[in-house]
Nanobody, 124 residues
Framework: QVRLVESGGGLVQAGGSLRLSCLASGIMFRINDMGWYRQGPGLQRELVAQITSGGRINYADSVKGRFTISRDNAKNTVYLQMNSLKPEDTAVYYC??????????????????WGQGTQVTVSS
């Protein structure tokens, strides 16, 4: 069974930094795209940053220049370095990954998986 486990959230003052990590574990053939989403109070879940298996990166406009996404394929881990944090960055941050897993009869199946979320709170 594939699992995504986030860590690194917490409480920080405005202007501070946090680094989130997400470890994928289980029987996996390949991890494709990986990304971070967030859901603030009363808001819909939104994409923060995404990185493909080839290293192409996409950021939400609201975090460009402040957040950096990276991945370590050897460790099955994706990171989100968050600098110059603002109160409006307060949200539950979720890891997401498109993972290909082996099925019986040699079939490969790709699906999206989510972590349980980690709370990031930025005080003013």
């Amino acid at each position: 069974q594939v699992r995504l486990v986030e860590s690194g959230g917490g409480l920080v003052q405005a202007g501070g930094s946090l680094r989130l990590s997400c470890l994928a574990s289980g029987i996996m053939f390949r991890i494709n795209d990986m990304g971070w989403y967030r859901q603030g109070p009363g808001l819909q879940r939104e994409l923060v940053a995404q990185i493909t298996s080839g290293g192409r990166i996409n950021y939400a406009d609201s975090v460009k220049g402040r957040f950096t996404i990276s991945r370590d394929n050897a460790k099955n881990t994706v990171y989100l370095q968050m600098n110059s944090l603002k109160p409006e960055d307060t949200a539950v941050y979720y890891c997401n990954a498109d993972i290909t897993i082996p099925q019986p009869m040699g079939i490969m199946k790709s699906d999206y998986y989510w972590g349980q979320g980690t709370q990031v709170t930025v005080s003013s």
